[in-house]
């Protein structure tokens, strides 16, 4: 509802118009919200599914992306400077394909962008790992949001974000019980 509030009105017919006056707004407040998502309990997946359906499919991709990739940005570079030197016994920096697997898992990708400042990944591995992982998911969910929350705006645009973050886990479980030789 913050998107709302700060535009000015509800969800209603004009509120998916992709190309009014409030538009840059709307995708301003939710990159904003999804770059606070680091820190606070924000839906990422429903964030991303309405500025899709609000914006359109690229609009809709660029206003995730850049949201998701400023608040992991930021996490990372905090988590760097203050958690390694507060405390040398912190665990293994997470793998570049856990980053890139545990994007769409709440609490979870946010855990592994803390940890991998303070073990100290490489800004160039981390913005890979990272960056190609939000690039699906943010591309992901404003498809979902531009294909199927328009003609029904509380209907099926919302059963893939819902979706994504249990196939994350799945995956990431299955990843954790194999031998660390195989992978």
């Known amino acids: 509802m913050v998107p709302f509030i700060v535009i000015g009105e509800l969800p209603g017919e004009r509120w998916l118009s ?5 538009s840059a707004n709307f995708a301003l407040v939710g990159a904003g919200l999804l770059a606070a998502d680091v820190l606070l309990p924000i839906p990422s997946s429903v964030v991303g599914t309405m500025l899709g359906a609000r914006l359109g499919w690229a609009a809709g991709w660029a206003a995730t992306f850049a949201g998701l990739m400023a608040g992991q940005s930021a996490a990372y ?5 203050l958690l390694r030197q507060r405390n040398d016994a912190l665990p ?3 793998t570049l394909a856990a980053l890139f697997i ?3 898992v709440p609490v979870l990708a946010e855990a592994m962008v803390f940890s991998a400042g303070a073990a100290r990944v490489s800004w160039p591995q981390f913005l890979v790992a990272c960056g190609s992982g939000n690039l699906i998911y943010a591309g992901a969910l404003a498809l979902n949001g531009a294909q199927l929350v ?4 509380l209907g099926m645009g919302l059963v893939l974000p819902m979706l994504l973050p249990a196939a994350g886990w799945l995956v990431w479980r299955k990843i954790r019980r194999t031998n660390p030789a195989e992978r």
């Open 77 to 81: 570079f905090v988590s760097r400077r």
């Open 102 to 104: 545990s994007r769409p």
């Open 18 to 22: 992709a190309s009014d006056d409030h």
């Open 150 to 153: 328009p003609d029904a705006s």
């Open 92 to 94: 293994e920096a997470p």
